[in-house]
Every structure is written in C-alpha cells, then in structure tokens.
C-alpha cells in the first residue's frame, strides 16, 4: 500500500510528464533511483527539445502544469538563460531538460546506467497521463 509521500510524488512525476508532452518534448526517460545508495533525489525525468526556445517552453509548460495539478513550486530551478540544460528541482523529483547535443554530451542516462530506467512514448495522449 502506498503512503501519502508515494502518492504525491507519483501525482508529481504524472504532472512532470504532463507538462514535456504538452510542449512535445522528445524522448521522455524517467530515472529511477530509489534502490541507488546516495542518490539525490527520488527520480530523475528528462528529455530534450530541438531549440532553446523549446526547451524553455517545456520548461514553462512543467511548472504551469505542476502548480495546476499538484500546487507544487519548483525548489530551484537552474539554465533558464542559455536554455541549453535546464534543472527543476522538485525535491523527490528532478528534471532535466536538454537540447539534444548537450543531452548527447552529458549523457545522464549512461552515468545513472543503474537506475530503472522508464522511457515514455510521445505519442501517447497527454489527457490520458493525468
């Protein structure tokens, strides 16, 4: 059975997801990190778009439909200027989103290779996430 924690951050990460979809955000993998010692946050969601000013339409778009689903704030949010890799730290959850050559670059799906990893198709209908 779920604890009230557990299902806050699951309402959080549909939210998440919610939000990239609607700015068709490309290549949606969710990390998991809960079985990973030390890790910093519950899961990593990421994604990339093809222009910084996509990438700062996915992000608008996260934090809009955040707060409207889950009256959640972001904590800290970093990258909005260049809009190259932008972090939202929502606490349990925090998510990165790229343009591809520095998605490509980082590679966070390789340095976190021992998470579960989730990846979301982007055909899928955004009213159906939430």
Not at 60 to 77: P, Y
């Amino acid at each position: 059975m779920q604890n009230t924690e557990d299902i806050e951050t699951e309402k959080l990460k549909e939210a998440v997801i919610q939000g990239i979809l609607k700015k068709k955000g490309k290549e949606i993998v969710i990390l998991d990190l809960l079985k990973i010692n030390n890790a910093v946050c519950r899961y990593f969601i990421l994604c990339h778009g093809d222009s910084n000013i996509q990438v700062g339409a996915i992000t608008e778009s996260v934090e809009k439909v955040v707060r409207e689903k889950t009256h959640e704030k972001v904590w800290h949010r970093e990258g909005l200027q260049l809009a190259q890799w932008v972090l939202l730290d929502y606490g349990d959850i925090v998510v990165h989103v790229f343009q591809k050559p520095f998605r490509e670059f980082y590679n966070l799906e390789e340095l976190w290779a021992d998470a579960a990893r989730e990846e979301i198709g982007e055909a899928l209908n955004i009213n159906e996430r939430i």
